[in-house]
C-alpha cells in the first residue's frame, strides 16, 4: 500500500511530538514503564510505533522483509551481543536506514534491577555501577558498529528499579516502555500475536521481539503490521529529540 501525500505528512508529524509515559507499577519494587505517542486524539489516519527487542539470538528475516516489502518503519533495540553474532543482519538493517533505527537494548542483557535476585529467569544487575556498565556499553556496541549514539534505552524484561531509572534518564537518555505487548516475550502463537496487533489504538508503541526466527511469533507481528497497514495505520518511529 502506498501512502498518500496526507499519510505521509501525518508521520512527518508525529516524528516530531514527544512522546508521553507514566510509570505502571509491576510490583511494590519495580517499575514497567508505559508509552504512548502524544498525539492529538483527533488526529487522522491511526499512528502507532512498532519497536522490537534483539536481545542475544538470531534474525527473524520474516519480520524484515515484511517490514521492507511495506515500507514501514521500526526501532529496533538491539543488545551488544546481538550485535555480536548477527554481522550479516546488522548489515541489513543499516542498508535500509530509512527504515530501521537501532537503539540500545544494553551489553548483555541484564534488568535494570537492584536486586540480587532475577527477573523473568534474568540474574539481576544488582547495583547502579552494573547498571551503568550495562547502558555504556551497550552504546558503545552502538556508536562502533553503527556510527550513531542511541537516544534510548530498554532494558532486559523492560522492568527497572527506580533508582535505576532516575540514573538512565540522568545519563541523557530516554526510558522506553510501551502501550501494547504484541507477542509477550515471543511466546504466543502466531494468530494471538496478530489479534494483539490488530487493537492498537491511535497513539499505540508496540513492543515485540526480532531475534527468535523459530518461534511463531514472528510469523503473527508479520500478520500484524500487514493487518494494520491494510486498515489505514501509519508507523512512525520514536522521536528521537
Known amino acids: 500500500m502506498l501512502l498518500s501525500r496526507r499519510h505521509l505528512l501525518a508521520a512527518s508529524a508525529a516524528l516530531g511530538w514527544a512522546a508521553g509515559s507514566s510509570p505502571v507499577f509491576a510490583s511494590d519494587a519495580l517499575v514497567e514503564p508505559f508509552l504512548r505517542l502524544s498525539i492529538p486524539a483527533e488526529a487522522s489516519p491511526r499512528i502507532v510505533a512498532l519497536t522490537l527487542d534483539a536481545c542475544p539470538g538470531g534474525f527473524d528475516e520474516r519480520i524484515a522483509q515484511a517490514l521492507v516489502q511495506e ?17 550479516r543482519a546488522l548489515g541489513f538493517l543499516l542498508d535500509h536506514r530509512d527504515l530501521f533505527t537501532l537503539e540500545n537494548h544494553g551489553a548483555r542483557h541484564v534488568p535494570p534491577v537492584l536486586s540480587d535476585g532475577s527477573v523473568c529467569g534474568l540474574h539481576a544487575a544488582g547495583t547502579l555501577d552494573a547498571v551503568r556498565r550495562e547502558v555504556l556499553d551497550g552504546a558503545t556496541a552502538i556508536t562502533d558498529a553503527a556510527h550513531i549514539a542511541p537516544r534510548w534505552y530498554r532494558g532486559a524484561t523492560a522492568r527497572y528499579s527506580p533508582a535505576a531509572m532516575a540514573m538512565i534518564e540522568g545519563m ?65 518511529g520514536l522521536p528521537i529529540g
Open 71 to 87: 515500507r514501514i518503519p521500526a526501532t529496533i533495540f538491539v543488545t551488544a551481543l546481538w550485535l555480536k553474532g548477527n554481522a
Open 172 to 236: 541523557g537518555l530516554r526510558i522506553a516502555g510501551y502501550s501494547l505487548n504484541a507477542d509477550a516475550g515471543v511466546s504466543l502463537p502466531a494468530a494471538s500475536v496478530a489479534a494483539r496487533m490488530a487493537k492498537a489504538r491511535h497513539g499505540d508503541v508496540i513492543i515485540g521481539h526480532i531475534n527468535q526466527p523459530h518461534r511463531p511469533s514472528g510469523e503473527g507481528i508479520v500478520a500484524g503490521v500487514k493487518a494494520l497497514r491494510r486498515d489505514g495505520a501509519v508507523f512512525v
